[in-house]
């Protein structure tokens, strides 16, 4: 069964510094979505991503956050200067004809 | 803003009995989904529902979407330690983006 693959698992950085986490969506969809899910909360939104732009961004994804698909497989997160309320796990989904599918997450430690 | 909300935030049940999730949203919903999340793991999407009082069924689950379109709920029949995680709903905003509920946690006692 196709997956949605995030890398790395699990990245501890040090406040203020740019993190990227990384996912190759299913190859055949062309939606892709960021979550993210403090510990304990429900999923929320970041951003989704169609046609190499943004399509829409909630208040979370403000300037420090940006998205790409350099390459046509890898879509990324980066986020420029990392704040300890950045500590989540954040999760990248793509959507097909059937639904959505999500990766396993990056957990993200900021310290 | 639109939200969905979800009931009960927690659940335990003895392995056997039933469990029903509900999730209401602030406004009319074109579509809603199910997500199961197991501890630690991501959220695995389990059904769309789309009609006005549309009725689903997978194995031991069932899946309503209430006929104003505003409420939907997932029921377990004869539960087992397997469905023990979290249930989301999730309703689209519009096309690029969609809410989630906050979640039922479920734990099943064997």
């Known amino acids: 069964e196709p997956e949605v693959t995030q890398t790395p698992s699990h990245q501890v950085t040090q406040m203020g510094q740019e993190v990227i986490l990384r996912c190759v969506p299913i190859?055949?969809?062309?939606?892709f979505y960021w979550y993210r899910q403090i510990l304990g909360q429900k999923v929320e939104f970041l951003v989704s991503?169609?046609?190499?732009?943004?399509?829409?961004k909630s208040e979370i994804f403000d300037d420090q956050f940006s998205v790409e698909r350099p390459d046509g497989s890898n879509f990324t997160l980066k986020i420029r200067s990392t704040k300890l309320e950045d500590s989540a796990m954040y999760f990248c989904?793509?959507?097909?004809?059937?639904?959505?599918?999500f990766g396993s997450g990056t957990r993200l430690t900021v310290v | 803003g639109q939200q969905v909300m979800q009931i009960p935030q927690y659940q335990h049940v003895q392995e056997g009995e039933d469990f029903t999730t509900y999730c209401n949203s602030s406004?009319?919903?074109?579509?809603i989904q199910w997500y199961k999340q197991r501890p630690g793991g991501h959220p695995v999407f389990l059904i769309q529902?789309?009609?006005?009082?549309e009725v689903k069924k997978q194995k031991r689950l069932t899946f309503q979407f209430g006929e104003a379109k505003k409420n939907s709920s997932l029921h377990i029949t004869a539960t087992q330690t397997t469905d023990v995680g979290t249930y989301f709903c999730?309703?689209?905003?519009?096309?690029?983006?969609?809410?989630f509920g906050s979640g039922t946690k479920l734990n099943v006692k064997p």
């Open positions: 999730a309703g689209p905003a519009n096309f690029n983006k969609f809410y």
């Open positions: 529902l789309v009609k006005s009082g």
């Open positions: 991503f169609y046609n190499n732009e943004i399509s829409e």
């Open positions: 989904a793509s959507r097909g004809p059937y639904g959505y599918t």
């Open positions: 406004t009319t919903l074109s579509n």
């Open positions: 190859s055949n969809h062309l939606y």
